[in-house]
């Protein structure tokens, strides 16, 4: 049963590696769900209740951050609530696309929300880019989140050798 665990723990690690890029997969909550079976196994021997609470963090900042960024991204740029679910309709669309559409989805959708909205074209595309950057940036936090829950992960086992 604990190598079970482990091979589960290690292939929800690896498959939200996989989910921090691509955003239909929940990866940090993957990556925590894996960590927490590593412990599990161990008995939470080498990974304990203070190293899984700080992945939880880490995981729930993450995926905070991706939401968030967009959304503050648009609103920076001064979008409308229309121009909003744009940019959320959009992303989920986008996601059936692969990467072009992961990337242009938020953008076309939240530009096509600001032409509803009775916006100029220069509005809806400001308020496009916007979105885009803050996806940028959004996508940027959770994989540096996603790499601090790797490492700790890595180095924590790496350290129960010692």
Known sequence: MTTLLIILGLIAIAVGIFGTIYPALPGLGLMFAGAWLLGHAGDYQIFGSGTLIFLAVVAIIG????????????????????????????????????????LLGPLIGAAIGEFIAGKDTWQAGKVGIGTFIGFIIGTVAKIGCALTIALTVLFVWLGSFF
């Open 63 to 102: 995926t905070a951050m991706d939401y968030v960024a967009g959304a503050l991204g648009a609103k920076y740029t001064g979008a409308s609530k229309t121009a909003i679910w744009g940019a959320f309709i959009g992303g989920i669309v986008g996601a059936f696309f692969a990467i072009p559409g992961l």
